[in-house]
């Protein structure tokens, strides 16, 4: 099977996207959003239920419930005419769906996160000593699809 076989740092993670459209196959979401210092944590967890029992050993149980892949943040060192910067503030605005492939680089090994989200916060920080930064929530609509190439 192609894709990462190793333990590997993150500093090779890529972020493209297609604000064209959503349900992009992962093969032709190819815009690369530059300049990234930070891609939150990529979460899917469910909801525990829990559940009583009758006649039961005196335990409740815990079921998975709804799956969630919750919305994360990226923090850009923002560029203000950055096309791609532009994009996702426009995204924002517009309130598109879009789609997002996170790729995981490891040499010629790649493993590909590919998702549809809505952009919903574009944020600017313009710290007096520091670099200036643009964080963007996204939120995923439904999970992830894990591809490798």
């Given at each position: 099977?192609?894709?990462?076989?190793?333990?590997?740092?993150?500093?090779?993670?890529?972020?493209?996207?297609?604000?064209?459209?959503?349900?992009?196959?992962?093969?032709?979401?190819?815009?690369?959003?530059?300049?990234?210092?930070?891609?939150?944590?990529?979460?899917?967890?469910?909801?525990?239920?829990?559940?009583?029992?009758?006649?039961?050993?005196?335990?409740?149980?815990?079921?998975?419930?709804?799956?969630?892949?919750?919305?994360?943040?990226?923090?850009?060192?923002?560029?203000?005419?950055?096309?791609?910067?532009?994009?996702?503030?426009?995204?924002?605005?517009?309130?598109?769906?879009?789609?997002?492939?996170?790729?995981?680089?490891?040499?010629?090994?790649?493993?590909?996160?590919?998702?549809?989200?809505?952009?919903l916060s574009f944020s600017i920080s313009t710290p007096a000593d520091g670099v200036r930064s643009a964080t963007v929530s996204i939120a995923p609509i439904g999970g992830y699809t894990i591809s490798h190439k």
């Amino acid at each position: 099977m192609a894709g990462i076989g190793n333990i590997t740092t993150g500093y090779n993670t890529k972020l493209f996207w297609d604000k064209a459209k959503i349900n992009a196959a992962a093969s032709s979401v190819t815009t690369e959003i530059t300049s990234i210092q930070n891609i939150g944590d990529l979460a899917d967890t469910a909801a525990a239920v829990t559940v009583n029992v009758y006649g039961g050993n005196g335990y409740t149980e815990t079921l998975a419930g709804i799956k969630t892949a919750a919305p994360f943040d990226i923090v850009l060192n923002w560029k203000p005419i950055d096309v791609q910067h532009l994009a996702l503030q426009e995204a924002y605005k517009l309130s598109s769906q879009v789609t997002f492939k996170v790729a995981f680089v490891f040499g010629a090994a790649e493993t590909y996160l590919t998702f549809n989200a809505n952009v919903l916060s574009f944020s600017i920080s313009t710290p007096a000593d520091g670099v200036r930064s643009a964080t963007v929530s996204i939120a995923p609509i439904g999970g992830y699809t894990i591809s490798h190439k």
